[in-house]
């Protein structure tokens, strides 16, 4: 996926924001409730000012004590109130936010799951695992003070320029001429703002790449005594990201800068403008009091809003990319008539099947096998030919380009991924063990085996003896990767889990390859067992594991070029025959 530093418009972006507060507008509503309480009380304390001024200067004998009591419990109950709103803001919003958080990440790892192969041949992991964590982190204080801090200001804003209005509205009119001066200039920052944190998102996630890149390859670092271009590479790529936070914090700064010079400006113009008003008469002194307090607290809210910003930034951008993510189209999904597979005996047929990666010439051209229940059939030919990429057609990990694929008579397009993949076991050359115990990593074959069925698949595997033999037994960790295991006792224990699973379907594409001499007798005995009332489809380079085929197709750039028994196509003395001489050389 190529990164764009382009931003979508800000009101696309809270559109397709806005329906997850849909569960939570309750929440919402109380929240914004609270805020207008909390207002309220900035409101009212200018206006109570305003009034024991004006009694001061005009009517003194009418200011009692009684009446300062009064007003003093009046405000004392409404900051009572404002402290419970406050209470409620900070505590029920933020969890809100942080709710809102939570479903966003598993609406976005949900939707990875559903993302084909090519999308991931074509992303760095580094970059999905920014978006999915760090991209969202700033998600929780978005959610809750968006709608509140605008909330908020909008009212201050309204209230203040009608109670101001009823006082002068010349005054009034020039003051808040100032605003959309002010909105104007600082909005000349807000694009390139926003601009900059996507590139330091993105910069994250490169870094992040970098990272599991590095980490995962240390072992291959060591051996060649490569720390230091490693140490070189991370440098480069956190210098970069140095200077993209440089460049955001040069908008965020201008911004700031911007705002706190029209701060200045308001304060002047309320200061001198209403002097000269008071001078003709225009405006008495407890008015201009009110306005300087009106004007402190619009400024407030505005330095809220300035500080809020960069928080808002950054969380527009979270939004953006991962919305990116979730646009991401479903190229592998059911259809709309799409239909359970039911068990099926293994009958398999390519009827004319081409297939091409969509950035690649074709891979595969009229393609026609039948493969009857129970066989087991090889593919052998040359790298590149297409061998894995057939078999992985089978289980729909890429969809054809033309042609169909029928399993017991059904187009694999017209039913549900998930019976077709249920009924379809494989084991791969690159082992891959989830970060747990060797008994997690068997019963992923099937989730909610008994420890007795999970048992007798290893048995069944050849794996039960070393695994008895280790410290914890089923309960031991294998470390990240199965890094604890030998390349033999990982492949055996992929092979438990296929037994688990005990689909009618079976593909090995090239299992020993990787594996020593002893290991790989060991592993082609569990195979074996394996493969016994199955169809199934073996990938290999190594010619004598699969002598025993009931048929051998040979894979070339042209197609299947040979089929037949190994002693059929050795008869033949054509391309197998001599892949099988060199091979024994």
Known sequence: MTENVITKKTSYLMKRFIPYFKKYKGVLMLDLFCATLTTLCDLVLPLIVRFITDKGMNNVESLTLKMILSLGALYLILRLIDVVANYYMANVGHVMGARIETDMREDLFAHMQELSYSYYSNT??????????SDLFDITEFAHHCPEEYFIAALKIVVSFIILCSVDVWLTVIIFAILPVMIFCSMQFNGKMKQAFKKQRNQIGEINAQVEDSLLGIRVAKSFANEEIEKAKFEEGNGKFLGVKKEAYKYMAGFQGTVRLFDGIMYIAVVVIGSIFMIHGKINASDLVAYLLYVVMLLNSVRRIVEFTEQ???????????????????????????????????????KDVSFKYSDSDSILEHINIHIRPGENIAFVGPSGAGKTTLCNLIPRFYDVTSGKILVDGFDIRKVTVKSLRSQIGMVQQDVYLFSGT?????????????????EAAAKMAGAHEFISQMTEGYETFVGEHGVKLSGGQKQRISIARVFLKNPPILILDEATSALDNESEMIVQESLSKLAKGRTTLTIAHRLTTIRNADKIMVLTDNGIEEQGS??????KDGIYAKLYSMYKR
Do not use: C, W
């Open 438 to 454: 060797v008994y997690d990593n068997i019963e992923y074959g099937r989730p909610g085996a008994s420890k007795k069925e999970i």
């Open 312 to 350: 808002f930034q950054r969380g527009m951008t979270g939004i953006e990319r991962f919305i990116e993510v979730m646009d991401e189209p479903v190229e592998i999904d059911d259809a709309e008539d799409a239909v359970e597979l039911p068990e099926v005996r293994g009958d398999i047929v390519f």
């Open 566 to 571: 190994h002693e059929e196509l050795v008869a």
């Open 124 to 133: 760095k992991i580094g970059q999905l695992m920014a978006r999915i964590t």
